[in-house]
């Protein structure tokens, strides 16, 4: 009898630890509280609001190049991880380029914009961001996504007319990834918001680039491995020997993503 009792306490256990995982898997993809604060950006930047289908608003940040060159270089379009916040991204891509325009998009929720985030918002809007760009932008657009980011980069370059996307530690698919970290759950049935890269970018034809952390814990290799081989038109192929959240200030870093932005605007 006690054995009994003990199996329903379990199993009871495991149904209410699994009711959690579903109730907050939306905070658990998307943080935006870790990324509400970011830092003060230079003179010159811009905050365009854009107003969603659905009554809310996203924000998008822009920044003119600080060392513009007689040669048309292509906006890049930033994407950031789940915890990144916009401002420091767009900051970090005017760092590393300097003679480009950036741009990054605060996701839905996340600091300045408004509304809940999810895959399907993420998608829309930056559908939203790449239109408000390319009615005023007339050198191109390349696309430069980091890991939950790299998701969002892919699905834009379905539906716009990207030069070339760069994805930086990105995963085959959010429900792989999921599962590799939670074997004990059963994410297929639990997941909600759906992010297949690997297999969106298998249908592209497009100069792409990726850049993978050699010590990886949060994708590893197993999952970002599918994406490399998914892309058609593979131009940049880069791994360092650094974690997932530290790759960032690996001193290889920067030339790594200068080099893959070059191969992926190159016709």
């Not at 009554?55 to 890049?76: I, N, Q, S």
């Not at 990105?170 to 792989?176: A, H, N, R, V, Y």
């Not at 999952?223 to 960032?248: C, F, M, Q, W």
Request: with cysteine.
């Amino acid at each position: 009898m006690w054995l009994l009792k003990l199996t329903l306490a379990l199993a009871g256990l495991y149904a209410v630890v699994v009711a959690v995982a579903y109730a907050l898997q939306t905070w658990m993809i998307f943080p935006a509280g870790l990324a509400a604060f970011g830092p003060e950006l230079p003179a010159g930047a811009r905050r365009v609001e854009l107003a969603t289908k659905d009554g809310e608003h996203v924000v998008l940040v822009r920044l003119p190049a600080e060392r513009p060159t007689a040669e048309p270089r292509p906006l890049l379009l930033g994407f950031g991880g789940n915890a990144w916040n916009a401002d420091a991204l767009v900051l970090m891509l005017r760092q590393i380029f300097p003679e480009y325009e950036v741009a990054a998009l605060h996701y839905r929720g996340y600091g300045p914009s408004s509304g809940r985030p999810s895959a399907a918002a993420l998608f829309d809007d930056a559908q939203r961001a790449y239109d408000h760009l390319a009615g005023e932008v007339e050198t191109g657009i390349v696309a430069v996504g980091l890991s939950v980011g790299a998701a969002v980069a892919v699905d834009l370059a379905v539906t716009r007319s990207l030069q070339g996307i760069v994805v930086v530690t990105p995963f085959d698919s959010l429900e792989e990834l999921a599962a590799h970290h939670y074997p004990w759950l059963p994410v297929r049935l639990l997941l909600r918001h759906r992010m297949e890269t690997a297999e969106t970018l298998c249908g592209l034809d497009m100069p792409a680039a990726v850049i993978t952390a050699a010590n990886d814990v949060v994708v590893p290799a197993a999952r970002s491995a599918p994406v490399r081989e998914a892309a058609r038109d593979l131009r940049k192929d880069i791994t360092i020997a650094s974690g997932h959240n530290d790759l960032y200030g690996h001193p290889d870093f920067a030339d790594a993503l200068r080099s893959s932005v070059a191969a992926v605007s190159v016709d």
